[in-house]
């Protein structure tokens, strides 16, 4: 698995590596089922600290990106819910088309833009 964390970034360090797994997820790098390094595994291989990958695999436990199994650890099992993720993106992207309208992008760009980035994860 291919992780690039950014350290001089404002960004935490937990949510990198979670938006990393996610992306890894949406572009079919890491498939249902697969299980992902140990916490001390990807703790040393990005070498950064335990509590920190914990940290992250926490988050993505409880956005049900993954289950917590004591056999095989981290496993990628994404959550079926589909009308509530919906609902969670309609308020994220509520507050993310407002900014695009004060700073006067068009329904046209929005399109665009969500398209070029949805055909990213084929």
Do not use: W
Not at 33 to 59: C, F, W
């Amino acid at each position: 698995m291919f992780i690039e964390i950014d350290f001089n970034s404002d960004e935490a360090i937990y949510i990198q590596l979670r938006n990393q797994i996610i992306m890894g997820i949406a572009t079919s790098a890491l498939q249902e089922g697969e299980a992902l390094p140990s916490v001390r595994q990807l703790a040393d291989h990005i070498g950064i600290n335990m509590h920190t990958v914990n940290k992250a695999y926490t988050v993505l436990k409880q956005e049900g990106f993954i289950q917590l199994d004591r056999r095989r650890g981290a496993v990628i099992a994404v959550d079926v819910d589909k009308l509530e993720a919906i609902e969670d993106m309609r308020g994220k992207l509520k507050v993310i088309l407002a900014k695009a309208r004060c700073k006067n992008i068009s329904r046209e760009e929005v399109h665009e833009l969500v398209d070029e980035i949805f055909d990213e994860y084929k």
